[in-house]
């Protein structure tokens, strides 16, 4: 049975050596490529490489902040442990002391109670004392006679070193006594009592004279100094803190908060005072004590403490004021006075910051919250009485001579000064985690003012009253006329795009700050190099678009419909053509002409308005012509009247239909604002066009004339409508405009447009 069992068990061993010869013999062979084979086995690729490390590496940083969120969550538990440890061992040696100083009068008596009855007859002991005769006392039984009043005198004239040493000595004399025999058990249970009352005597004066106000740093180190010597270190620790408390609450009797309205000098005062004491006693700790945990744990809870203190009286008597009258400014001052006489402990160990935080941060954004309501409804309440005019900042303004020279109306420059002072005054905002939050609130500003500028638009309150409910100031200044419109996207696109990035970037890391006057002629090199500011700024460009494309929707409703609600821009106008003769004058729709001096009118407008940002001003007038193209291109009603009317598209209709989109791309194309979007447009308008006359069962293509013939009316056109002699068309022959006339011979040869 047992053999059976051996060979099943050395069965599969063999077969393990068997394979792992095969597997050997690859390596074996004289062609064996160690190149080839590592290639074989490794079946990932460099891309599996980069994403395998960076997912260990989010796996680190992971990591790393939890173990950071763990030491944060648990580390006052532990402060807390280790001071319940050390107050215990103070409780236990000082029991351990009595005790043994009860159990050596307890023995002391009971020998005193049994003495040898030879000694009782030699006369040794007389009335329970000692009774040697003077002539046969040693020298040591002498000093133990006068010991005590030794040790009297020296306490009595506060001769602490000498005190010190005398206890020494004694312990040493007893020590080798008690191993001689020298003295009976008697003396030696009175000698150490003595020095144990003495001692604790010593400890009472030292520790009550370490706590008085008037005990400079040299003698408070020494007293605690002479306290630890004698053996009660906790003890000594705990007065060492407890003398540098009583001497800041003693100095902080001088300091009265209600003395003065400027909360930055009490606060600084006050944090002069608190972490001044904080880090003398580190360094007294450090000192005397070393870096033993228990004291560096006790030093740490005693210094939260403090600090946790320190906190509450700021807030009563400097934050809470400010931050409820909105004044960000004081309120962060405050704050950074204290964060900056804090963070000089770090040196030491003493990483205060996070209880300053917890208790300043709540005030300070509520300081941040009051702030921007503030801007909001001062910039609310300058839009009601804004006439919409672009003037330069007012000679007194701080920011006349600055690089601040831009025109705005009166309620943008009312807008920017206060986002200017808002950023004055932006390091606590930083130290405090605020700074994406101080951008947030901006941005909600930013975003009500723009709602402000929309409401001043004709036509636009009962569209877009539901959206203003929450709104404070429901009342604004209507903007008129096309200048005055034009103003409105002045005011946003200048604050969007320049103002608001260039003051904000005081919000960048300090690193990035150190050229600042350099940075301020140079934003948009500033604005590049923080990607939270760069989506910022994107965001306050996206809610500039939405008045934009509020201005654009107005002035294509006006132009388009009349006050009675009928349209300009109908079927009727192409398909009634072919019914009136063949005696047309080709020139531009109306409505295509009146499109043509609006868009010219804005541009002569925007050319003083948006100075340095002519970019700007080419996409507004891009998107207003789109508008006015897509909607057409989008009218079913048009096109349904076109396709399936009450007659159909006639050859006349066509040609006029055909013109009227090649005045489009012709005018956009010398005003430089042709888009994909509107030659888009313009193709699937001709294009529906074109399939609806071809369904009629004639050649669209036979019916119009050629290019040049278009190119010339349109150049004629624009020339008379800008006031422009006949003939000086230079200007209208640009590059893009001769590749949007090759795009109509294009459409004609492909058959869609």
């Known amino acids: 049975m047992a053999a059976k069992t051996a060979r099943s068990k050395s ?6 050596g068997v394979r792992v010869e095969e597997g050997l013999s690859l390596f074996k062979s004289d062609k064996f490529d160690a190149d080839a084979y590592v290639q074989s086995k490794c079946s990932i690729n460099e891309k599996d490489i980069k994403q395998l490390c960076s997912y260990l590496l989010d796996l680190k940083r992971a990591s790393a902040e939890e173990m950071r969120r763990s030491v944060y969550a648990n580390y006052p538990a532990f402060i807390r442990t280790s001071k319940e440890i050390s107050d215990l061992e103070g409780e236990l040696s000082s029991i351990r002391n009595l005790l043994s100083t009860q159990a050596t009068l307890i023995h002391g008596l009971a020998n005193g109670v049994n003495i040898d009855d030879d000694k009782v007859s030699d006369g040794s002991l007389a009335n329970g004392s000692l009774n040697f005769e003077d002539n046969d006392l040693s020298d040591l039984e002498k000093w133990a006679t006068e010991y005590p009043d030794q040790l009297d005198a020296l306490l009595a004239e506060r001769r602490v070193d000498e005190a010190l040493a005398a206890f020494d000595e004694g312990e040493i004399l007893i020590s080798q ?29 030292l520790a009550k004279a370490a706590c008085q106000p008037s005990t400079r740093g040299g003698e408070l180190r020494s007293a605690i100094a002479a306290l630890k010597r004698l053996g009660d270190g906790p003890r000594a620790h705990t007065v ?54 228990a004291y560096s744990s006790e030093l740490v809870t005693w210094a939260t403490k403090q600090t946790e203190a320190f906190s509450l009286l700021v807030k009563r008597h ?8 909105g004044g960000l400014r004081a309120a962060a001052e405050c704050a950074q006075i204290a964060l900056g006489h804090c963070s000089l402990l770090e040196a030491r160990g003493l990483a205060l910051g996070p209880v300053l935080l917890k208790h300043f941060k709540p005030i300070v954004e509520q300081a941040l919250e009051a702030n921007l309501k503030r801007i909001e409804e001062n910039t609310a309440a300058m839009a009601a009485a804004d006439d919409w005019v672009l003037t330069y900042p007012p000679a007194g ?10 025109k705005l109306t009166s309620s943008a420059h009312r807008f920017n000064l206060m986002v200017q002072d808002f950023f004055e005054d932006v390091g606590p905002l930083l130290s405090m985690q605020l700074g994406s939050k101080a951008l947030e609130g901006l941005f909600r500003v930013f975003n009500s003012y723009v709602d402000v500028l929309m409401r001043a638009l004709p036509g636009s309150i009962e569209e877009e009253e539901a959206n203003f409910e929450g709104f404070g100031n429901k009342i604004v200044q209507m903007a008129e006329t096309e200048a005055h419109q034009l103003a409105l ?4 696109s200048l604050l969007a795009d320049e103002l608001l990035p260039r003051a904000a970037m005081k919000l960048a890391p300090l690193d990035q700050t150190s050229h600042r006057t350099d940075d301020l002629r140079r934003p948009s090199d500033r604005q590049n190099r923080n990607p939270e500011q760069r989506e910022w700024k994107r965001r306050l460009l996206s809610t500039v678009d939405k008045l934009k494309d509020a201005f654009c929707r107005q002035h294509a409703l006006d132009l388009i419909f009349t006050d009675e609600g009928d349209s300009h821009l109908s079927a009727d106008m192409y398909i009634n053509m072919d019914g009136n003769g063949d005696d047309v004058d080709w020139f531009p729709s109306s409505i295509f002409q009146e499109l043509f001096g609006k868009l010219n009118r804005m541009a002569s407008l925007a050319a003083d308005m948006f100075v ?35 007659r159909p598209l006639g050859p006349l209709g066509l040609r006029q239909l055909y013109l009227d989109m090649k005045f489009v791309i012709c005018f956009a194309s010398q005003g430089r604002y042709l888009s994909r979007n509107l030659h888009r447009g313009t193709n699937e308008i001709i294009s529906k066009a074109l399939a609806a006359f071809t369904a009629t069962g004639l050649d669209p293509y ?34 893009t405009a001769s590749v949007s006339a090759q795009s109509v011979s294009s459409a004609r040869s492909h058959g869609s447009y």
Not at 186 to 203: D, F, G, P, T
Not at 318 to 325: E, K, P, R
Not at 397 to 406: G, I, V
């Open 702 to 735: 036979s019916e119009l004339p050629e290019d040049d013939w278009f190119n010339e009316i349109c150049v004629d056109a624009m020339e008379r409508l800008s006031g422009k002699a006949k003939g000086n068309n230079g200007e209208v022959h640009s590059p």
């Open 11 to 16: 069965t599969p061993t063999k077969e393990n």
């Open 489 to 492: 996207l002045a005011n946003a």
């Open 240 to 293: 060492l803190l407890d003398a540098h408390y009583q001497r800041y609450q003693y100095n902080m009797q001088t300091l009265r908060p209600c003395s003065t309205s400027y909360g930055g000098a009490y606060t600084a005062a006050l944090s002069q005072l608190v972490f001044s004491a904080i880090s003398q006693a580190s360094s007294d700790s450090l000192g005397i004590f070393g870096k033993e945990p």
């Open 612 to 646: 340095g940002r002519e970019r700007f001003a080419t996409s507004l007038l891009m998107r207003l012509t789109e508008t006015v193209i897509l909607w057409l291109s989008g009218d079913q009603s048009f096109w349904d009247d076109i396709e399936e009317g009450p």
């Open 318 to 325: 400097a934050l809470a004021s400010s931050a409820a009258a």
């Open 177 to 205: 006594a008690n191993e001689k025999h020298t003295f009976s058990s008697s003396v030696l249970s009175s000698l150490q009592y003595a020095i144990a009352e003495r001692k604790q005597k010593l400890a009472d004066q």
């Open 397 to 406: 303004s701080r920011h006349a001579s600055t690089a601040f020279q831009n």
